[in-house]
């Protein structure tokens, strides 16, 4: 059974930071790629990072690109999400998922096989 799960989230302040994880069991997702997602209330879910499994390769996404950074401890099966200078509009769930198409750029959630349960973080003024 494939299991996806986040841990890390919180409360913290603007400008804070926090570390989210993803431990990922299963199945071997060494030709996935994975990605952290986010969905605040009243809108849609959106893309945050991906990195690939196989050699760390990382995309983000504007609104996040050089505050958060994506990284993946393959010995751990664990992807990690380090959130720095958080916005309140940060303030979200945040989703782990895994997509097999590993070379492909996927910023839609369409894209993306298994998906754990979300984390939520909270960022106050």
């Known amino acids: 059974q494939v299991q996806l799960v986040e841990s890390g989230g919180g409360w913290v302040q603007a400008g804070g930071s926090l570390r989210l994880s993803c431990a990922a069991s299963g199945r071997t997702f060494s030709n996935y790629a994975m990605g952290w997602f986010r969905q605040a209330p009243g809108k849609e879910r959106e893309f945050v990072a991906r990195?690939?499994?196989?050699?760390?390769?990382?995309y983000y996404a504007d609104l996040v690109k050089g505050r958060f950074i994506i990284s993946r401890d393959n010995a751990k099966n664990t992807v990690y999400l380090q959130l720095n200078s958080l916005k309140p509009e940060d303030t979200a769930v945040y989703y782990c998922a895994g997509d097999p198409k590993f070379w492909r750029v996927g910023v839609l959630p369409d894209q993306y096989d298994y998906w754990g349960q979300g984390t939520q973080v909270t960022v106050s003024s």
């Open positions: 990195t690939r499994w196989s050699d760390g390769t990382t």
